[in-house]
Nanobody, 118 residues
Framework: QVQVVETGGGLVQAGGSLRLSCAAS??????MGWYRQAPGSQRELVAS?????????NYADAVKGRFRISRNDGKNTIYLQMNGLKPEDTAVYYC????????????WGQGTQVTVSS
């Protein structure tokens, strides 16, 4: 059974930092990434990373230069280091893990709340 579990959210002041972790299990995973959804808004891509050394990374324009995504393939785990946080980063952050044996089906975590106070 595939499981995707996020940890590391919380409350932080503007300008602060947080590190999110996402551990996936129960399959072989290709692309993994972070999405976020603020109240009243659609879920949007934050960052994604392909497997392997030097796996391609993609970032939303709003987080470039402030957030960094990384990956440990041996642990099926990705991380999101968030620096210079802004109130507009406040959202529920979801982890996505693409399950290869199931035909590239996207599996989602339950989400973790990130709140940035001004």
């Amino acid at each position: 059974q595939v499981q995707v579990v996020e940890t590391g959210g919380g409350l932080v002041q503007a300008g602060g930092s947080l590190r999110l972790s996402c551990a996936a299990s129960g399959s072989i995973f290709g692309l993994m990434g972070w999405y976020r959804q603020a109240p009243g808004s659609q879920r949007e891509l934050v960052a994604s990373i392909a497997p392997g050394n030097g796996g391609e990374r993609n970032y939303a324009d709003a987080v470039k230069g402030r957030f960094r995504i990384s990956r440990n393939d041996g642990k099926n785990t990705i991380y999101l280091q968030m620096n210079g946080l802004k109130p507009e980063d406040t959202a529920v952050y979801y982890c996505l893990a693409r399950s290869l044996p199931e035909g590239n089906v996207d599996k989602w975590g339950q989400g973790t709340q990130v709140t940035v106070s001004s």
